[in-house]
């Protein structure tokens, strides 16, 4: 599944809400930082009363979509709204 995600990934967005806190950024990056280096993209929509953002993070931030990642982002965080899109 992990070698299916590498080559066929072509985003992951993380869903941040007005009432995500510095504790959940935090958390996310933190998890983020062990998986970077990969080709997978990340982005941060950004949700609020007013409307919807979208913030890519730079090349940094690029992940390898392992199973391990999302499986600590839902333990850590099981409000947060993961989606991996495929090409």
């Known amino acids: 599944l992990t070698m299916a995600r590498n080559t066929f990934a072509k985003r992951l ?3 941040l809400t007005h009432d ?3 504790h959940a950024i935090k958390t996310v990056s933190s998890i983020l930082k062990s998986y970077t ?6 982005i941060l ?3 609020n009363a007013h409307g919807q953002v979208n ?3 730079n090349q940094d931030w690029h992940i390898s ?3 391990d990642l999302f499986d600590k982002l839902n333990q850590k965080l099981p409000d ?4 991996l899109d495929y090409e």
């Open 65 to 67: 979509p392992a199973t």
């Open 55 to 57: 913030l890519p993070l």
């Open 13 to 15: 967005r993380i869903r």
């Open 20 to 22: 995500a806190d510095k």
């Open 37 to 42: 280096g990969g080709k997978c993209p990340v």
């Open 80 to 83: 947060l709204e993961l989606c």
């Open 45 to 47: 929509q950004y949700l």
